[in-house]
């Protein structure tokens, strides 16, 4: 097979969660630890950090990937669901994986698929293993996919793991409560395997120490630890923004230039400088000039795209992949700030998202452009027009991603705001993105 042979056995063959929803989702570690089994435990073979959570976890990865690359590491990047091409999942220092090392990957190991009938996601995981151990890289950054306790990056014993923040997602594969859900999450926290927790919810807080005491692993909720806040409000079109760190128990206070801009993306960093710091109690050499540098020059170095993304000035052209209750509460918070005229909002969802809370919370002063990403799990644009109209928020139906950009881009003034968002895929087929 060819590399799109490949993708698209793999895409037709095993189901995909990202494009088919429940459909595609497979509880359980059984046949990922089969493949590695298999394959010879490639998953014992590289150092790594595993990240969960519902919101910046993506974010953290790639903030930590980058700062491990500027400390001089060879560092390999798991990350899900990819944007525009399938090879975004799996990096090595900031690169993507070779094409060519999937289609031979793939040929290899098609019998033993036939054989454990593994999910596309299990299959991606063993990928990203296999090319992890093969690379030796010095350590891997390891973004669960959904959940934790049963995902398939879930077979490693990390140096350390993250779990940055719990709100409401994916309730009908993890759970209708907050509890519920975070524990879920904490399923990575493993024997004696140092965790750190982004953010000190009241809510959940239990959940992890329970957890942690129960498998006597050291807990750390990292906003205790350092305290962020914007040292100067960026301006509208700016790509990096000044955060003031303050180190909780020396007192100490730097200022630290962050290459992303989202207002949440504070929320992030203590967890990042936690992390950070356990990797060098256990021998890590990271210089504070390369935690400078990988938090500065994280898009540069993983490739990162689609967390407030500038795409283009007047007018002002923002992508943002928030897609759920948490995530759009702080991207309207932030769109509330921003000087305009008037704002175009670009809108998409999946049709399994509680749709309705998120469009409470979206401004009824915009003008909306609804569409639908090319996926299964896409919610029809008319339907999406139809909840949002009760909902006090008027717009037209756009069908296509690109149609609707572009027409929201024609009405636009120059002292006008362009957002666009409601889903990850709706952001991945922006043609302003690549």
Not at 101 to 113: C, D, E, N, T
Not at 199 to 214: I, N
Not at 311 to 340: S, V
């Amino acid at each position: 097979m060819n590399y799109a042979e490949t993708l698209a056995y793999l895409y037709d063959q095993l189901p995909m969660f990202q494009r088919v929803g429940a459909a595609g989702f497979k509880a359980g570690l059984g046949n990922t630890l089969a493949l590695a089994e298999t394959m010879g435990h490639p998953e014992r073979q590289f150092r790594a950090v595993h990240v969960a959570g519902t919101n910046g976890k993506g974010s953290s990865s790639n903030l930590l990937a980058a700062t491990l690359q500027a400390a001089g590491y060879k560092v390999g990047l798991y990350t899900s669901p990819h944007l525009r091409e399938f090879t975004e999942r799996i990096k090595l220092n900031g690169q993507d994986l070779d094409p060519d090392y999937l289609v031979q990957w793939v040929g290899k190991w098609r019998p033993l698929f036939a054989q454990v009938q593994p999910s596309f996601f299990e299959m991606c995981v063993a990928l990203a293993y296999s090319y992890f151990a093969e690379q030796q890289v010095d350590i891997a950054v390891v973004e669960v996919g959904l959940g934790g306790r049963l995902d398939s990056t879930n077979i490693i014993t990390p140096l350390v793991s993250l779990i940055t923040n719990i709100s409401y997602d994916h309730q009908n594969l993890l759970g209708d409560t907050l509890p519920l859900i975070a524990g879920e999450k904490a399923g990575i926290i493993k024997p004696q395997v140092p965790v750190v927790v982004s953010q000190t919810q009241p809510e959940v807080q239990a959940v992890f120490e329970q957890k942690a005491r129960e498998v006597q692993a050291p807990l750390q909720f990292a906003d205790q630890l350092y305290h962020t806040a914007l040292a100067e409000p960026p301006a509208p079109d700016a790509e990096t923004q000044l955060l003031t760190v303050t180190n909780q128990r020396t007192a100490e206070t730097q200022t630290l230039e962050l290459g992303l801009v989202g207002d949440y993306q504070r929320l992030n960093v203590p967890g990042v400088l936690a992390v950070l710091d356990e990797l060098r109690r256990q021998g890590v050499s990271i210089t504070e000039t390369a935690v400078r540098e990988g938090l500065r020059d994280v898009r540069r170095l993983t490739g990162f795209r689609g967390r407030w993304t500038i795409l283009g000035r007047r007018p002002l052209l923002i992508c943002d992949t928030g897609h759920n209750e948490a995530g759009i509460r702080f991207i309207t918070a932030q769109l509330a700030r921003l000087p305009y005229q008037q704002l175009h909002f670009v809108l998409g969802t999946v049709n399994d998202k509680d749709v309705t809370k998120m469009l409470a919370l979206l401004p009824t002063t915009a003008t909306y452009y609804f569409c639908q990403a090319n996926i299964p799990r896409a919610l029809p644009a008319t339907e999406l027009a139809e909840r949002a109209a009760a909902l006090g928020l008027q717009g037209r139906v756009y069908g296509t991603v690109p149609v609707a950009v572009a027409a929201a881009r024609a009405a636009a003034g120059p002292a006008d705001v362009v957002f666009i968002g409601g889903s990850t895929f709706v952001v991945a087929e922006i043609e302003e993105l690549y």
